[in-house]
Structure formats: C-alpha cells, structure tokens
C-alpha cells in the first residue's frame, strides 16, 4: 500500500522530492480521444507555481509541463500519459539542522519512524512539491469533465478569521486576487491579516471550498466507495488539511431534520431540491445539485521562530526556520483540492457507466467500431 | 467499483439489505491465529442494535451473529471470516408511498437515478442495517489491534448543541448512558433535547468523537493513502456523516503556526509531543500520540412531519414518514465509526510491516516454519 | 492481499471451508436489471455437485444455492449479491493421520508453513469445495455475458492420454457424457482408461477447453490486464491446474510467423481472420474470432497407495489416504473453469465500456433517468 | 482498469510508446534501505536492449536508464522510484501501409476496436519497447530479492523445435550465447535455424524457462491470488506469450497420482520433496523447492513476405512489413520473464509478512524506532 497510485479506473501515479532532479504523473485510464496539449496542463501548474505573490515562496522554479507519452497527434491514446516536470531549484545548501532535526508540524519525525532513511533536502516526498503531479493529472481530469459539462470550481472561502459570507460571493473575482478569494475585498482584508502574520514570524491557516456543477445525479457508490467518502479522502490526502465538510457539514450536527432536509421539487420533467444542506450528495451518489465540499488547512509550520524540538539522536533542542516560506499555504492548495476532486469524479463518472443491465446492453448493441 | 468492498490487506465485504432474509460481512486477510468467538462479535452488534433505549428504533431484532468460516478450535486461520446475521423483523407491510416517492434527505432518488430499480423495503441497501456488517468487521479488527496494545473509542461528544466539553470527559462513562456520552449529565441534558425534538416531531444532529491510543508512530503512508485520508473516507463513508476532522479540525484553518504547532520533546530516550493539535498524525503518518477525529453526523431525516417530494413519475407531492425513527442517528452510530476506524487502522498496520529492507530481511531470515 | 477477493467493478469474494456450516460468494458490482433466480444458480452448481457419476466422489451434498441479497423482485439491484450453499456432509470422523501428517500433492505443508495452524478437516479453505462459491458467481457472470450474446462453454478436451480431436467434435454431446467430453465414443475411451486408474489405487488427469463465442473485438487491456494474461491468472487459480494456453499456445512455440500470423479478411463490412491460432486475442485484446483455452490438470493427488511424508513434528512417515475420492478432477472443474473464464470476461467488459471519450460523451448525453 | 499498474504492495505502473520522447516506469512501494543505482538498472536493460545480436533488431538505442526519485545517497527511500529511458531511434519515416493497414498478429485492430486512436508509429504502446519499463522494474524487485536469498533465472529453453534436453542444461552458460540458452551446442544448433527462417523471410517461436531460488516456503495466497496464478497472469501479460507451464505443466495432464505426486522428506529438520513434478508451488504457495515455469512465446508476427490484411476502410489489401526485425522474439524476452516473475514475487512476499498474529505481534512489539 505504498500510496502513491490513486483511482481504480481513472487512476494517477505521482513520484518525486522536492529536491530531485524531477517530479511527475502518470495518468492511466484516461480515455482516448480526448484533446489535450502541454498547455492544458501548463495553465493548472501556473496556478500552484511558487512566486506568484507576496504570500508565495520566492523559490523560482517555472514548473514547465512536459508530456512524455499517451498523446498522440494532440489528442489522448487511452494509453498512459506521463508528464514530467523538471525541479530547476536545487541548489545545494547546508540543510545542518533540518537535516538532523524533526520540524515541528512537519512529516520529518513520522517519515523517520516510518521508514529510518529521509531525503531531508527540502522535506523530499512530503514536499508541497508533491502535489506538482497531482494538479498536472488534476488538469486532464478537469478536461475531461468538461467534455460532459461538469465544472470544478475551487476558491479561497477564508484565511485566518477573514471569511468570505456566502452572500458576497462572486466567482468572477477569483483569479482577480492573489489569494484566490470571490470577493476582492475580503481578499484585501485577508492580505492586511497575512502581512501581520509575517511581521509577527507566524502564519496562517484557512478554508478552500469547491463547488461542482454540471454533475450527472447517481454517481457514487451506495457503501464504502460514496462519493463524498471519495472525495474525503481527496481532500485530506492533502498535506495540511485536517477537516473536510460536505454541504453544511458540521452546522448539520446542530440542526434539526426538518430544516437539514431538503424537499424535492419537479418542474418541466426535471427533479430539484428547495434548498441544497447536503451538498449535492444523497446516500452518498450525486443528487443532481452542485456539490459543494469544505477543506480546513492548518497554518504553515515553518514559521521564523525558534521552536522546541527533537534530534535524531533523541535529545531536545531548539529549530529556527530560515529562509522565506509561504506565510499561508491555502492559496497555491485551491489548486490541488480542485484537482483532487477532479480526479475523484472522473473516476466515479467512468466507474458508473457498467451501473446498469440496459446501459450495458445498449453498451455493447450500438458499439460497433 | 462496487464499493461494497473495502481495504487493502485487511479487507471486509458486506452484503445485505434492510429487508432481505439476512446481512453480513466477509473479512479477508486476517491474520491467523486471532483467538475468535461468536461472543466476540455479538458484544459490538449488542451497541448498535436497535431497542436499546427510548431514542432508538423499536425495531425487534436479536442481530444474532454467525461465524460460518475463517475459525477453527476458537481462533483465526488466515481464511475468510464470513458473519451472518439474520434478519427478523421483515414483516411486510403496506410501503404505498415510500415505494412510490423520494423520502428528502434518504438516499431514494439517487439510488432510483443510478440503478433503475430499488429494494424500497425499509431504504434497502441504503438503510442503516448495512452498518451491520461493519460493525462485526470492526469487532474482529479491533481484537486484533488490542492484541498489539492499540485501543479504539469511539463516543457521542454532543447532541445538538449540547457539547460535552473536553474538561468534562470522564471515559468511563460512556457506557453508563444511553447516548454513549462520556458525561453522565451531559448525557441527561441531551436527553432532554431529544425529548423536545420528538415532541417536535423532529431530530437531532450530533458529533461522535474517536480516540486511538498506543498506535506506533509512522504508521500511513505519505501521499494519497495517508492516515488521515483513509480514517476521512472510513467515516465519512458512514450513511448521515457530513464532516470529519483531525485533531483541531477545523480550529486549525483560524490558528497561527505558532500556536498549532506541536513542539517535540525527549525524556527516557521517548520522543513525545508538548501539545497535540495535529490529532496524532503528522504528514499522513502516525506521530505516536492519541489519534484523535470528530465527524458530524446530520439529523435522522426521517421525521413525522409531512414534507415536500417528488414520486417516480415526476408529480410533485407530499409525504408523511410513519412508524418509530430514531430521532437522532448518533448513538448507534458510535459502534460504527469505531469500526470503520478499526478496520482501517487494521489495514494499515499490516501494510506498514514491509516499509523498510531491515525488517523484511529480519522477517525473512527469523522466519523458520 | 488476502486473496479471496478476485476482480475489479465485477468483484467475487468466496469465503468457507470444507467442513464448516457452509460456503458462499459474495458477487458486487453485477449491474442492475438482470434477471435472476435461485434456479440460475444452482444449475451450474449441479455440474460440479459430487456423486453424479462413478467418476465423482460419493460425498452426499446437495448443494443448494440460496440468494441472500442483491436481487429484488427477481431482478438484480446493483448491490451485492449473497449467496450462500450450505455444507450437509460433516460428519466428524477420525482425521488422525490427516491432521498431523502432510498429504504428497496437497496444500496441508504450505498452509502450514504460511499461517501455523490449519483446519485439516476435509482440505479447509484449499478443498475443492471453495470453488462453489466461484461457480455460484460464475453463474451470476455467465447470465450477465448472455444478455450480450457472449457464451462462454468449457468441456473435457483430453483424460490422461485420451484426447479429443478437434475434427471429432461435437458440442451437443458436451451434457451427454458423465465426462462432459464433446465425443461420446472418446468418453467411453475415457471412461475405460478411469476404471483402470481405479483399480490401480491411482489417479489421472487431464485438459479443459473452454470456449467463447459472441465476443466483441476490443475488450481487455493492452499491458499487464491483457484479456489473456487475465484468463491465465483466473484459470491458474484454480486448484490442480499446471498450465494453461491461449489459440495454439505451446504449438506456436515451434511455428514460424508465416503459419502462426492468421491472416484478416473484410466482408460485408465485417473484419474476421482466415484462421484463428491466435485464440481469439491479440495484443491483450479481443479481436472478434472465438476465444480459445486451454487448462492442464494435474492427477487427483488423494490416492489409495501408501505414500512417503512427513509429520508436523518433522518425522518421516508414510500416509495412505483413505474414503472415495474422484479418481480424476477434470468433469467437475469443467464448470469452474467456465465459471472463472465467464467471471473475467464480465469484468473486463465492463471495465471496457470507458475506453473512449466519444463512449463517455454520449453515455452522459443520452443518459437522463 | 487501465492496466498500466502492476502489484498491491510492491507496485510497478509503466508508460511510453515505442516513438514517443521517453518511455518508463514508476516503482512504488519498494521498502526503504535497499541499495540501487543506476548501473543496476541498465545491467538488467542491456539484457534486452536491441542491436546485441544478428538476431535482433538494428534499431540503434543505447537504453539508458535515469532514476528520478525514491533513491537519496544510494539507497530507496521507500517512495516512489521513477525512471525513465530516452527514445533515441525515433526519426521520421513513412509508416504509410502500417498507419492505415492492420499487421496479422499484432495489435494494430485490436486496439483500433478499443480506443478508435492508435499511435501507428513503431506499434505505439504494443511495441515491445513497453517491456523496457518492466525490465527497469524487474531489477528493482531482483535486487530486493537477492536481499532476502531468492533467485530469479530465466533462459532460453528452446527455439522453435530445438529444445535443450533438461539433462544438458549448464546455466553458466545462459551468458555466453546470443540466444540466452543453458547450452551452447543448442545455441549454434538453433542459431542455425534462425539464419534458415531469416532467409524464409520468416521467423520462429520458441519457450522461456524460468528458476526460482532461495524461496521460502508458504508464500502466495490460497484461493485467487495464488503464487501460481500471479506468476501465470504476470508471464501472460508480456506480448507474445501464448502459454504458460509451471512444473510439469501439461505432462500433468497425462501424468497419474502416483508419479505426479512429490514425496516430503525430513533430513536434519528440513522438509523436502523427493521429486519436483509441482514446479515448487502446491496450493497455490511455494513449497520450499525450485519455482519452475515455462512460457510459450509466438513467433516474430513482423515478416517479410507479404500478408493479406484489411485496412482501415474496410477493404481487403496486402501489406510487406519492411525494415528489419527480430527473427525470434525469444531471447530478447528472456530479462522480461524474469523481470514479472521477480516483480510478482517481490509483491506476494510482502503481503506475506502479516499471515500470522505471531509475526504481526512479534513485529510491533520488536519494533521500535
């Protein structure tokens, strides 16, 4: 189970450390014929590159896309694509303490319980870098839902205490704004927060959202494969996130089922729901309204200030944390959440089509070549 | 992907409807020698059964366990541990409406969108009795986890808005009440409020909270199965959960780096840690201190009251949910999520056995017959 | 990997030992809408019952197949199908020898060596009674292939030296015989040369065929999932068989690419191959002609001769193996090789039906309710 | 089910198409610790790099192997090991016939049934260029092996009818001849041939042998993913296999009980078998004597004489596959084979680790930091 293959039929490959000479993915189980070029990925990687603001590590690495395999004549195969995305910042330091010594709200300790050898270079495989191959697959899988008209939407829905309300959303807004906000001027408020936090050698953390729309109702598995335990697992099998919501999330908790249901409707043929508290999911399948899912990420760990911690050896000592570091990891993560749910889907949508004796018969009765 | 399966090495399948002659489990990949007996199992179903209290179904149901295979002379073989349990309470009755209209908040409309064709006896596969199945999986993973010193609780930590707080805890408790509440008068007070909703003709939300102690540290894996990802799917994948968190969950998304980081520290050559924000997983892998996760858990959508829907013709309409309904899923859910994190840690503990040469090549070499 | 789970979106899981209350399979996945019955099921469970021959073990079973879920109303629902046959014969009797000594052919020293404790009544989990539940669900797939013109038939190619010529033929007599042969005379030849086994206190093997008819061209994988190396693996699981071949398998060892290359042919509109050597797969992939295997099955190894063995104290000795036993297992796993080539194909069929973007697109477009 | 991904717990996923930039694979799931460079990569890939012979293609590819991840100051780190190999030969040429022509016996129609899209150049995914990531793999897993005691030989067994007598085999010699095979008389005898069928303009079939030593036994998984089962589907998937054996293999078949059973034997507390008729596996796990397999390899599909086929319209044509090609797939293939075999062993003895609660125990108790 050594984790890094995920999805069964639409299923991503990621490898890589931080400071090896690359990292990547390889897509298996995309299906032929879809269009897609080095810039469909290009335009998903821009949006977790580092540099982009302020509130990004300065760390310059252009992140540039390469396709290695599976496209053919500028459309897929059904083959596997590999792409690959070479790691220009590699320049040798002196790692003296990290190397020796486990971060605080880092992986380094676990990782060296776990397997008693760590690439220390830049926290290696449990690097942000990581999730460099994510958003690439993220980019294919996106692709492909578009074709059948799901949108993936994912945002900044606060930082620190700055929450957007729901009433002033306005998606429009979204790539308007470093922190990738649907208000500018929540986002403004937030980056006055984050220039606090740098001053006092602290960081942030906050809340991504994600809305899907276009989705198909009956996607999802009845029990164990439900498609909000699916994206679950999406969302907190990103590094620094420690909660997941879907629809009202933990208010359900507090509410009562006469105002947590939601009443159906029909009109003109079509089923909807009055109100959506349970996220576009019912018994976990889509329910035909837009899905709508939560991730809490934790603040930065790598702060300025020193910090009490362990060495290899097993002795306390203190860490100082050089270097610039993001003081809040949620912006460049929207990207990877909205990946991680693009995947899911795409996976989930192909896994469905075999749902039924009649799909499946007219399947294979108008398949000819 | 049926999704009716789940796990890597330690893997459980469940079956079963609602109405259908019986539920049950097949658990793969035990390790031999785990002694086991029916008594075993029926202590975890005896949690979850319904008529347990005034705020659980009155449905009559023994839920007697069966072990059919996978046991010989009182202890695990390797093979297939496949439980049953019958199913009593199948009278038929009148399902005029239910049969016909999508109930709000079940999962009866998506199940009809995916498949076509629905058991609607008592919510079919979708009811609450595929649990079942989980909860006699998690008995046995939970024997074999105590069997290497590790211990799952699972309790109600609120009602509504009645929150135990964290200083009240008393462990101890939760079995002395009927709400599995580790506060006695907590528990009286919620109590009370499931009163009011009843009266009400509503129900009630609420948050279960799951504690793992003496888990070694390093135990997950670093990128998409890690810890935290697969505990997010195993308990969102519970019908009626619609949050999870880790540790501060979703404290965490308004803490500073300074405050959610937890300092490490030596004494005796033990490697602990100061705090425990992070819920004793750092980067997707077991830190070695307690495993801490929350999941919201929404109100029982059935309630007395009549509601808005839609029928299978697409004609809007109108239901009444009649008979005896748990006016809050909680209680009995408690045993579930303990399971379903039981099972999981279960799963991944055996995979964790080969992470490193020095162990395979000590296994190997020790191993003899 | 414990191993009693085999397949991907069709998913079988067989559980139960010889001398237990009962074994099953658990089938999830099988789409929704599909006819079935108990009568399904328990024809294919008659061709592999004991007794039904001289050439069969006289153990009394009658095998009865009992649906437990998954099927509403006499239709499939989507969920998993139970399905469980009840073991009648387990009558405790003296297993001396056979609990402390190991078997010359048999799984009784490995079993040991892998868990350390073994249930010796009858074989345990390795008795041949473990492929009911494999027949049970191939039963399941075989219906499901059906509904879309594929037949999958399996027969008795060669007892011992006794083989069928393929210019002799003739599938309706496959039921007629007690050795499921396609030849009547050649299984009197067959059945000549079993009584001489017999009274020689010896056993005898033999080759299974299987056919497959209807098979759309396209269907398995191009890698490691090939439609071939899928049937190998599936027909290779199944215990006593030691090699299995696809077309002309090992005669293609010693042709040359001018005979072994079966040349195409276009004709109204229809691709088809002037020969079939390849038995029906090319590249890992259906190419439209019929599917050809075959499986080598070693001797019965229980037989009446005194045998050298060891002990568990790891003692030589000497066992001689005594009650009926089938003096060759060919007739009865003709259906469990049938069953395990239907198994594959069903999953693999389904698996196929998301090759294409253009498939994707116009499934989600003509999908609705 | 893309099937680009090989393995539960040791987990290979290959990409590339024979002319596109690079091909490759990424390992995951290798235990931390393990010594590699790439210098024990391209030993393996040299095995099976083209040009090493007159009886294999011109194509003029150094083959070199990079690793990009998982591997940090000479040794696995236990995540994902990516390497990646460089197409050199990959100019451009008129492919005009194979675009549009479907070759007999490969998978140009297959796949075109299968995905609609083909990469024509060089067979595109179903060149044997896949096998490259495969025997990168293979290395890896050999390496691991080695570690623990276990051996993996594959070998030529014979060429079209020139088969080496089991009795004349000299497995130091297996490097000393072109064709891979234990006995360099056979070699020139079959070498011989092959100039024949090179001047037939055609070519020929022949059998890989493969050794395991050092296996302890008890490894493999009773009922589905037996040892065998997995060796038989992983030999399968390599193109061009059409049969696979293991141990007597079909002789079995026309064996009987008494000579096909293996005698155990105790000697200084170490259990034997007098005999090996079962190649090493009984039950589905090895048994502590040499794993013995046989795979029957097709003849070289591309020929030089002239073929009827059909093309892409539909229509009848010929086609003469010009350029060079492998006389025999055979010797090639041989690093192939043994690459699965080492990949599927390296795979199943990991999931053996957690058979028993003793070891599972024995292993958390002793386990420590």
Redesign the interface.
């Known amino acids: ?6 999805g ?4 991503i ?5 931080s400071h ?5 993915v ?1 897509v ?7 269009p897609l070029t080095d810039t469909d990925i290009q335009e998903y990687l821009d949006r977790r590159r580092p540099g982009q603001s302020r509130y990004t590590t300065a760390r310059k690495e252009s992140d540039q896309a ?1 396709i ?3 496209v ?1 004549e500028g ?8 792409i ?1 995305i070479k790691n220009q910042d590699q320049r040798s330091r002196d790692y003296g303490k990290i190397k020796d010594c ?1 971060r ?4 380094d ?11 220390y270079r830049g926290g ?3 690097s942000g870098r ?1 999730t460099i191959g994510r958003v690439a697959a993220g980019a294919v899988a996106s692709r ?1 839902l578009a ?3 799901i949108r993936v939407t994912a945002y900044t829905a ?1 930082i ?2 700055i929450t957007v309300p729901r009433s002033a959303y306005n998606y429009d807004c979204i790539h308007e704004n470093d922190l990738y906000m649907p208000n500018n001027e929540y986002a403004a408020k937030a980056a006055a927060y984050l220039e606090q ?1 740098i001053k ?8 991504i959202e994600c809305a899907v729309t276009g989705m ?11 498609l ?10 990103v ?1 620094a ?18 105002t ?7 009109a003109d ?1 079509q ?1 909807t729901k ?1 109100t959506n508290h ?2 576009g ?8 309204s837009t899905i709508l899912l939560r991730a ?8 300025a ?1 020193p ?4 060495d290899r050896s ?3 000592t203190e860490i100082t944390i050089t270097g610039r570091h993001d003081p809040v990891i949620v912006p460049r993560a929207v990207v990877v959440i909205e990946s991680m749910v693009a995947v899911t889907l795409a ?15 007219r ?3 108008n ?1 000819g ?1």
């Open positions: 189970m050594a984790g890094s293959t995920y069964t039929l639409f299923k490959t990621t490898w890589g450390e090896g000479p690359a990292v990547g390889v298996d189980g995309c299906p032929a014929g879809l390469e290695l395999s599976g053919f459309r897929t195969t059904g083959t596997p694509i590999s690959l486990y605080p709200g880092h992986a300790y676990t990782f060296d319980c776990k397997y008693g050898i760590r690439d290696g495989r449990s990581e492909l074709s059948v008209g606060a620190g205490a936090c006092n050698l602290d960081s942030s953390g906050g809340i198909p109702a009956g996607i999802g598995e009845t029990v164990f494969d439900k909000d335990a699916g994206l679950a697992k999406a969302v907190m099998s590094g996130v420690k909660g997941v919501e879907i629809g009202d999330g933990f208010r359900a908790a507090v509410a009562t089922g006469s947590n249901n939601d009443a159906f409707q029909a043929g089923v009055k349970s996220g999911i019912l018994g976990g399948m889509s329910d035909g809490a990420v934790k603040p930065t760990p790598s702060i200030r910090q009490e911690t362990v097993g002795s306390n996976d989930l949508l192909m896994a469905n089509m075999s749902a039924r004796m009649e799909w499946l018969e399947f294979y009765c398949r070549k």
